[in-house]
């Protein structure tokens, strides 16, 4: 709500602005009457803008704080299952058990796929990188799923949102598979959300694959740790491709696409390439050198954060579970112990200190996603079955309060009107 004025002065003119207060977090001026008066904002990035009004997510990246419906990421990740965070994203309030019992059991009924989806793998290459199949794959699912797509429905977006939910770990395990020469594993429904997964990513059919369930709470907690991150450059692309009353399958598959990107879901991915560029512990000194020199092109990826100028709070509880899977699995890998020394200097060196360059969340989930023998192109993959979650409850969100297409104003710097004369011979 508005409670009070702004006031814009431009030229001659003066232009009176609500400012609305969140319940948590900065002031917001309400600049929609500005284009009556002929004016716009000009925000490369949106990075002071609010595009949308939402109660799933806040964060204060100066304080390290990140809330899911109020509820503070560190209690969800060490005293819920991801399957717990979905629902309190999905509908606000954490679950009784009843209603708790009834949502996993939907889910999990929910996790096989068409038969004739698993024959459009066929059409890819080997190689593919496993998003590009995810992305295919997903986008397909309208296809196959188009009884219930009436998004101005709440039950049918609440059957989207089931389906998408239990069958995006199908998917892309099959991802996995195909680019391995595997069969594909099918669910099993006696297993948990994590623990269905890694038995889809690791069983064969010759041989019985049992989930250990340290490394099944390690995967719990990076599916918590992911599943939602406010208005970042996915959601905000399945909130723009939702706005047009797109399909839902669509719009999460334009999510798939936007978090695919380096800077974004990749973070992680590409931050193994980096503990593969350094190799062994001796070369460290070398690398932290050159990552101090400011006219050196290497960065030192996974540490630092570009909203939370403090320390990442998903960070806490994901460097303790990734020394609990290195702790369980006893691993002699030189990349392991180059990114363990890596963390010792960041957490006593001044210059990191210093300069806030914490390990991220994206550095402690590549360390245990190795150590869990998952391949660096599908980290991103389970970064999106994570997000799901997050994409969904926005997607809803956006259809409770009412679509409103996107369409954001440009500042043109091309040429003026001009005369076109064509210097193409007609024949």
């Not at 334009?254 to 503990?275: K, V």
């Amino acid at each position: 709500m508005a409670d009070n004025k702004a006031k814009l002065t431009i030229a001659e003119t003066s232009v009176d602005l609500d400012v609305l207060s969140p319940t948590l977090g900065s002031k917001v001026i309400d600049i929609r009457t500005l284009g009556s008066k002929g004016y716009y904002t000009y925000d490369p990035g949106f990075t002071s803008t609010a595009s949308c009004e939402s109660k799933i997510t806040f964060i204060d990246g100066d304080n390290g704080i990140l809330l899911h419906r109020g509820f503070p990421i560190g209690q969800l990740a060490t005293e819920s299952t991801y399957l717990e965070v979905c629902y309190i994203l999905l509908y606000g309030e954490a679950p009784t058990q009843e209603q708790y019992d009834n949502f996993k059991t939907t889910v999990t009924r929910h996790t096989m796929i068409h038969e004739q989806i698993t024959r459009l793998f066929n059409g890819f290459r080997r190689d593919s990188h496993p998003m590009a199949v995810l992305c295919g794959v997903t986008g397909a699912l309208a296809a196959f799923y188009h009884d219930a797509l009436d998004v101005s429905n709440p039950v049918h977006r609440d059957i989207t949102a089931y389906r998408l939910l239990s069958k995006m770990p199908t998917v892309a395990a099959m991802c996995y598979k195909y680019s391995i020469g595997q069969p594909f594993v099918y669910p099993k429904n006696d297993l948990s959300y994590a623990g269905n997964f890694l038995h889809m990513m690791f069983a064969t059919p010759c041989e019985e694959y049992v989930v250990n369930p340290v490394l099944e709470r390690a995967m719990d907690r990076i599916f918590i740790l992911h599943a939602d991150h406010e208005q970042n450059a996915s959601t905000s692309t399945v909130r723009t491709a939702g706005s047009s009353g797109a399909n839902p399958f669509a719009c999460i598959a334009a999510g798939i696409a936007s978090l695919w990107g380096p800077a974004h879901g990749g973070a992680n991915e590409a931050c193994l390439r980096m503990l593969e560029e350094i190799k062994t512990v001796e070369h460290i000194p070398e690398f932290i050198k050159r990552a101090k020199d400011k006219n050196d092109s290497f960065r030192l990826m996974g540490f630092g954060h570009r909203v939370y100028k403090n320390y990442d709070p998903r960070a806490t509880v994901m460097r303790e579970t990734c020394h609990e899977v290195l702790k369980e699995l006893n691993l002699n890998d030189s990349l392991l112990e180059v990114a363990m020394e890596l963390e010792r200097i960041a957490l006593n060196d001044p210059y990191f200190i210093e300069k806030k360059l914490y390990p991220n969340v994206d550095f402690y989930s590549g360390i245990i996603l190795k150590a869990l023998g998952i391949p660096s192109n599908m980290f991103t993959v389970i970064f999106a079955i994570a997000r799901t979650i997050g994409w969904i409850a926005h997607w809803n969100e956006m259809h409770e309060d009412g679509l409103k297409i996107a369409r954001p104003r440009q500042l043109y710097t091309g040429y003026d009107e001009r005369d076109f004369k064509s210097e193409i011979k007609k024949k």
